[in-house]
């Protein structure tokens, strides 16, 4: 099969890395991808939302699967676009990316269908949403309706903050429309989870769950990020909470799913936010999670692709998925004054070896010139490890990020922690 993956970060990488290891397949390509990807596939000058030509690569290579990492293209409709030509893509539709695309119409649906989420108000005028702001009282989350790479969430503190807010949002428009609309939202407590599913539609398996570190600094301190570090299994992820997961929330928005005519093929990513016995959603996402999927993929030990082509072709419930009980720890090493700007272009060194036994080095934004590696983005590296338990796979993770350095190289001490 030839298989191409469309993105160009540690998930990708991931992603192609784990699909290089499929029998069934005998060529990886990739759009764009970067330093990393570019060992295993061939990469190709197409960015992620050209979705017309895609498909145009898509159908002139013959690519017998392609899989999507981010959400923009997955939001602007690329399944569509890919099945209206006969392409086999995984990937959800337009209709299913709006769980993801826009946080109004997942929270409605999750306050039609019963499924546990906080209590949650929508505004589309900047002065009534004032107005309301106090009704959960402080803090109080306020989220832009639309896709705002990862950063349309604010957590305010007191009324100011969270007027200023939704000033940014809806006023200023920083996130420009995504910002037409907000949700404002309780302030939930406890310990994260996310749980990624594969889903055809009329099947779903949850893959093991993981804990993400949104935040910069150590001690969750500083702004969020896209992700800086994750571990697998979840300490909270006991078999009372994988069963309230399945039969509370996760059953139900297939079932909703069905109802609301959304065949579903792909990953469904579930942020959860659990405290005590109790579970309730943050937010959905369509596609896998990044870095989630540095930590799950490598404890998955069946093929990928028989996974996703049965998810294409409906098959899923044929389908056993194997995974290794051994921890994993994945540890992401970013640019100086990432979330912020950040300077490009740093040569990284410490790559040149292996790391040894179940250590993996997944390259997010990274160039390759000449076999010289340099950053080219705020997340450059994830090194993952595995390890019969999760300290152990800490330890393993932690000796090959200090073998790794480029200048204002920042990452946290505290994952898996
Ligand atoms: P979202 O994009 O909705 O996942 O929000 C991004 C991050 O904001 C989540 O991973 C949480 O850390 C935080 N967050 C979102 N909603 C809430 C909430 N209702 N209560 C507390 N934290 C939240
Ligand atoms: N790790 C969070 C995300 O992928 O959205």
Same mark, same amino acid.
């Given at each position: 099969?030839?298989?191409?993956?469309?993105?160009?970060?540690?998930?990708?990488?991931?992603?192609?890395?784990?699909?290089?290891?499929?029998?069934?397949?005998?060529?990886?390509?990739?759009?764009?991808?970067?330093?990393?990807?570019?060992?295993?596939?061939?990469?190709?000058?197409?960015?992620?939302?050209?979705?017309?030509?895609?498909?145009?690569?898509?159908?002139?290579?013959?690519?017998?699967?392609?899989?999507?990492?981010?959400?923009?293209?997955?939001?602007?409709?690329?399944?569509?676009?890919?099945?209206?030509?006969?392409?086999?893509?995984?990937? &959800?539709?337009?209709?299913?990316?709006?769980? @993801? #695309?826009?946080?109004?119409?997942?929270?409605?649906? !999750? *306050? +039609?269908? /019963? %499924?546990?989420?906080?209590?949650?108000?929508?505004?589309?005028?900047?002065?009534?949403?004032?107005?309301?702001?106090?009704?959960?009282?402080?803090?109080?989350?306020?989220?832009?309706?639309?896709?705002?790479?990862?950063?349309?969430?604010?957590?305010?503190?007191?009324?100011?903050?969270?007027?200023?807010?939704?000033?940014?949002?809806?006023?200023?428009?920083?996130?420009?429309?995504?910002?037409?609309?907000?949700?404002?939202?309780?302030?939930?407590?406890?310990?994260?989870?996310?749980?990624?599913?594969?889903?055809?539609?009329?099947?779903?398996?949850?893959?093991?769950?993981?804990?993400?570190?949104?935040?910069?600094?150590?001690?969750?301190?500083?702004?969020?990020?896209?992700?800086?570090?994750?571990?697998?299994?979840?300490?909270?992820?006991? &078999?009372?909470?994988?069963?309230?997961?399945? @039969? #509370?929330?996760?059953?139900?928005?297939?079932?909703? !799913? *069905? +109802?609301? /005519? %959304?065949?579903?093929?792909?990953?469904?990513?579930?942020?959860?936010?659990?405290?005590?016995?109790?579970?309730?959603?943050?937010?959905?996402?369509?596609?896998?999670?990044?870095?989630?999927?540095?930590?799950?993929?490598?404890?998955?030990?069946?093929?990928?692709?028989?996974?996703?082509?049965?998810?294409?072709?409906?098959?899923?419930?044929?389908?056993?998925?194997?995974?290794?009980?051994?921890?994993?720890?994945?540890?992401?090493?970013?640019?100086?004054?990432?979330?912020?700007?950040?300077?490009?272009?740093?040569?990284?060194?410490?790559?040149?070896?292996?790391?040894?036994?179940?250590?993996?080095?997944?390259?997010?934004?990274?160039?390759?010139?000449?076999?010289?590696?340099?950053?080219?983005?705020?997340?450059?590296?994830?090194?993952?490890?595995?390890?019969?338990?999760?300290?152990?796979?800490?330890?393993?993770?932690?000796?090959?990020?200090?073998?790794?350095?480029?200048? /204002?190289?920042?990452?946290?001490?505290?994952?898996?922690?």
């Amino acid at each position: 099969m030839k298989v191409l993956v469309i993105g160009k970060g540690g998930r990708e990488h991931t992603l192609a890395w784990k699909i290089s290891q499929s029998p069934l397949v005998d060529e990886i390509y990739a759009a764009p991808g970067n330093g990393g990807i570019e060992q295993i596939a061939r990469c190709v000058d197409i960015q992620d939302d050209q979705i017309e030509a895609l498909a145009g690569f898509a159908r002139e290579k013959a690519i017998d699967l392609t899989v999507v990492g981010p959400e923009v293209p997955l939001v602007k409709g690329i399944a569509d676009e890919f099945a209206a030509r006969g392409l086999r893509i995984f990937a &959800p539709d337009k209709k299913g990316a709006l769980l @993801e #695309g826009s946080k109004v119409y997942s929270k409605n649906f !999750m *306050k +039609k269908y /019963g %499924i546990p989420t906080g209590e949650f108000r929508v505004f589309s005028d900047f002065n009534d949403a004032v107005s309301s702001v106090d009704i959960f009282g402080y803090p109080v989350v306020i989220k832009a309706d639309g896709l705002a790479a990862g950063k349309g969430v604010i957590i305010a503190g007191d009324r100011q903050e969270a007027e200023d807010g939704l000033r940014t949002i809806m006023v200023d428009r920083a996130f420009g429309d995504a910002g037409i609309r907000v949700v404002i939202e309780e302030y939930l407590e406890g310990t994260e989870m996310s749980m990624l599913c594969f889903v055809d539609g009329e099947t779903i398996i949850p893959m093991e769950s993981a804990r993400d570190y949104k935040r910069i600094f150590d001690g969750d301190a500083g702004p969020n990020t896209g992700g800086m570090g994750c571990y697998s299994p979840n300490d909270i992820y006991t &078999p009372e909470i994988r069963q309230r997961f399945k @039969e #509370g929330i996760m059953i139900p928005t297939l079932e909703a !799913m *069905k +109802k609301e /005519g %959304i065949d579903y093929r792909g990953v469904l990513y579930f942020g959860l936010m659990v405290t005590g016995g109790d579970i309730k959603v943050l937010e959905f996402n369509c596609r896998f999670g990044d870095p989630e999927t540095q930590v799950i993929l490598p404890r998955l030990e069946s093929d990928l692709v028989e996974i996703m082509t049965a998810v294409t072709d409906k098959r899923l419930k044929d389908v056993r998925i194997k995974w290794t009980d051994r921890a994993a720890v994945c540890v992401i090493l970013a640019s100086e004054g990432y979330p912020g700007s950040y300077p490009k272009g740093r040569t990284i060194s410490g790559l040149e070896n292996g790391f040894g036994e179940e250590v993996y080095l997944f390259h997010a934004g990274t160039r390759s010139d000449n076999g010289i590696y340099s950053t080219d983005g705020g997340r450059v590296l994830g090194v993952t490890a595995l390890g019969g338990q999760k300290e152990e796979a800490r330890d393993k993770a932690y000796k090959a990020v200090d073998r790794i350095h480029f200048d /204002g190289m920042q990452y946290r001490k505290d994952i898996a922690k």
